[in-house]
Nanobody, 120 residues
Framework: QVQLVESGGGLVQPGGSLRLSCAAS????????MGWYRQAPGKQRELVAT???????VIADSMKSRATISRDNAKNSLYLQMNSLRPEDTAVYYC??????????????WGQGTPVTVSS
């Protein structure tokens, strides 16, 4: 079993910055893909950013030039640096890991989320 725990969310004023963290624990063999998603009230969960095992990244259009995704392989951790935050960035942010087990089974794990509120 693998568990993901997010941290770093909170209340920030428009134009401010936050750094979110996600730490994975449990039986981890290989991580193929890591990503951040967010879900605002009344909205569908949407992609924020992803990073592959070889370091390739994808950033959502709404967050380009404002967000950076990174990882620490030794710690099985994922990070999201967000700058110039806007009220529309308010959401619960979730990390997501796609793993491959020793038996070559692809597994998806989600964290419980960390809320981000951007408000004056």
């Amino acid at each position: 079993q693998v568990q993901l725990v997010e941290s770093g969310g909170g209340l920030v004023q428009p134009g401010g910055s936050l750094r979110l963290s996600c730490a994975a624990s449990g039986s981890i063999f290989r991580i193929n893909l890591m990503g951040w998603y967010r879900q605002a009230p009344g909205k569908q969960r949407e992609l924020v950013a992803t990073i592959t095992s070889d370091g390739g990244t994808v950033i959502a259009d709404s967050m380009k030039s404002r967000a950076t995704i990174s990882r620490d392989n030794a710690k099985n951790s994922l990070y999201l640096q967000m700058n110039s935050l806007r009220p529309e960035d308010t959401a619960v942010y979730y990390c997501r890991f796609v793993l491959t087990s020793p038996t070559s089974v692809s597994l998806i794990y989600w964290g419980q989320g960390t809320p981000v509120t951007v408000s004056s």
